[in-house]
């Protein structure tokens, strides 16, 4: 399903494979289930899925889990992991075995933690969030240990149990990791493992009051699921001596390998499941499925193939260094993929009328022409000709610009699939608009070139009485701003990012279409000829109401 290709991990659990260290693959997906996927879960998707698949293909035992990270109750919601399900799917992958939960774990996460008390390695601490932060320190000065740091083993477990059985208010004790208060790295400086949060909870209603923090959950999921290889974002390189230290000092016997890599960042557009979610929230776009958005969603209703974003996830590659790619990357492998597997009809979008005034018997009204160029097997559909037809308004200069090979007054073009027509006549209205242009066909260029000159310009068109009429929305990227949430102010402080939308971001027009594209069913493709990629749209295309989203223009057309 994903493209092989060759990565620092990959080379890692080959050498792992070949030493013997492990016989088998064993990673894992593990969304937040608060909000939808984004491009960047997509090349993590694609990363442990990726190997699933690859080295499934390879003859080893290999497995991808899907696991919810789910301990923020608040903001966590059932709506999100069914369509955090959906996108992986639709992406082309599958998860071995059942769905896993982070919460399946809370009452052995919950015996782990009595353990490392037992052990003197947590404690029950009572400060409140500001006077940890403060006795934590900073980068250049070592932390204070708190005052409740020396409590013995049986008090904390008295204590810790009562946590667990609601006796104390929410946010007034905290279990935490003994480590070691003066550490350089500061997630080691006894970070909190538990705190109390009266929140209903998707899977486990009501049943707990006390919620384990991340890094304590990741590390022990992961073990429990027998994973090898942990794969995650450089953030969390700091983090790993917490992961490992966990690991060290629990009675478990796994130990996973947690592998850093960059995360993605796409320019002219963000990242993050937080600033998505303001987007939807606040209105300023249709939901987490607009077409705009960086979800998997929205470039799926888009129009954009799941094909040509696996695509694009090889070509981001998995390293250590920066990733930071322009959306032109992301356009340029969906227009890729859509080049060989979209069939390709003519549309008009700004028309202008034309009226053909030789347009009469024995003309040859109608011709077969082929869906694509190179996939005889896509079949043909008739493009018929009649007296009235648009064509682009763009397609037509009065005052012609050099070199310019498209209509112009006294001109000549070639009609794709048709004939050379000459503009002898332009009609304008009261304000000067051009409203028309009166058009002669030469009855001799039906499939061969006019005796005696050339014509070099073949442009798209469309019977006015044949097309059918379709809402036509005109996408394009989302921001105005290379990275729109890290552009500065005046006073260096950082601007609300939502104030870089690009207001032509999304324009809606009538366009005419061939009418073979009428049946076809939601999330069909097209090339519109000299215009670009559309697609009818997932959820409001219907028989009887046409509407096309634009996927991505041409890089080339092929007659400007
Ligand atoms: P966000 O900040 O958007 O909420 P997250 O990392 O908190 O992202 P999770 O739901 O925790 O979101 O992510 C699930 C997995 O996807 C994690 O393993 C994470 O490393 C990976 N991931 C998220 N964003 C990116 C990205 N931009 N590039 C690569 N991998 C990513
Ligand atoms: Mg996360
Ligand atoms: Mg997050």
């Not at 909000?35 to 390879?58: P, T």
């Not at 499939?447 to 798209?460: D, Q």
């Amino acid at each position: 399903n994903s493209p092989v290709a060759s990565n620092f991990i990959r080379n890692l659990i080959d050498a792992d494979l070949a030493a013997g260290k492990h016989d088998k693959t064993v990673t894992r997906f593990p969304p937040e289930p608060n909000g939808y996927l984004h491009v960047g879960h997509a090349k993590s998707i694609c990363l442990n899925f990726g190997i699933q698949d690859d080295y499934r293909a390879r003859g080893y035992d290999s497995h991808c889990n899907l696991r919810f990270d789910d301990t923020n109750p608040e903001k966590e919601s059932e709506e999100y992991a069914l369509a955090i399900q959906d996108d992986i799917k639709w992406l082309g992958f599958d998860w071995d075995g059942e769905v896993k939960w982070a919460s399946d774990y809370f009452d052995r996460l919950y015996r782990y933690a009595e353990e490392l008390i037992e052990k003197g390695l947590a404690y029950v601490c009572e400060l409140t969030p500001e006077q940890m932060r403060e006795y934590r320190g900073n980068l250049t000065e070592p932390g204070r240990p708190s005052p409740y740091r020396e409590r013995s083993p049986a008090e904390n477990l008295d204590l810790f149990r009562r946590m667990k059985a609601g006796e104390f208010a929410d946010g007034s004790r905290t279990l935490r990791l003994k480590i070691d208060m003066a550490s350089p790295n500061i997630n080691l400086r006894d970070p909190v493992i538990y705190r109390i949060r009266r929140a209903h909870h998707i899977r486990t209603g009501d049943k707990w009051c006390i919620y384990p923090m991340y890094d304590y959950t990741h590390c022990i999921s992961d073990a429990i699921e027998g994973i090898t290889h942990s794969l995650c974002t450089l953030e969390f390189e700091d983090h790993r001596p917490l992961y490992d230290w966990v690991l060290d000092n629990i009675s478990i016997d796994c130990h996973p390998q947690q592998i850093e890599f960059s995360r993605l960042e796409l320019l002219y557009t963000v990242t993050s499941k937080r600033k998505l979610n303001q987007l939807v929230s606040e209105g300023l776009v249709a939901g987490w499925d607009d077409p705009r958005m960086p979800t998997v969603s929205g470039m799926r209703r888009r129009g954009y193939t799941a094909a040509g974003i696996r695509l694009f996830a090889q070509r981001c590659g998995i390293s250590k260094s920066e990733n930071v790619i322009d959306l032109s990357v992301l356009e340029g492998a969906v227009r890729e993929v859509l080049e060989s597997e979209a069939p390709r009809v003519m549309a008009v979008l700004d028309p202008i009328k034309v009226t053909l005034t030789n347009f009469e018997a024995g003309v040859t009204g109608s011709r077969s022409a082929p869906f694509h160029p190179n996939h005889p097997e896509f079949g043909e559909r008739e493009v018929p000709l009649a007296a009235t037809l648009y064509i682009e308004r763009d397609d037509f200069a009065e005052v012609p610009p050099p070199g310019w090979q498209r209509l112009t007054p006294g001109g000549e073009v070639r009609l794709r699939y048709s004939y050379v027509i000459k503009c002898d006549e332009v009609i304008k209205d009261a304000n000067g608009q051009v409203v028309e242009l009166r058009c002669s066909i030469d009855h001799e260029t039906l499939g061969k070139n006019p005796v005696g000159r050339k014509v070099k310009g073949v442009i798209h068109w469309i019977s006015a009485e044949h097309a059918i009429e379709a809402e036509v929305r005109l996408y394009d990227r989302l921001f105005t701003e290379l990275r729109p949430d890290a552009v500065r102010g005046a006073d260096g402080e950082y601007l609300d990012f939502k104030g870089f939308i690009n207001p032509e971001s999304l324009r809606v027009s009538t366009g005419y279409i061939e009418a073979c594209v009428a049946d076809a069913a939601p999330e069909t493709r097209y090339q519109f000829e000299r215009l670009g990629y559309f697609v009818t749209d997932r959820y409001d295309h219907a028989p009887g109401r046409v509407v096309f989203n634009r996927t991505v223009g041409l890089k080339d057309s092929w007659a400007k």
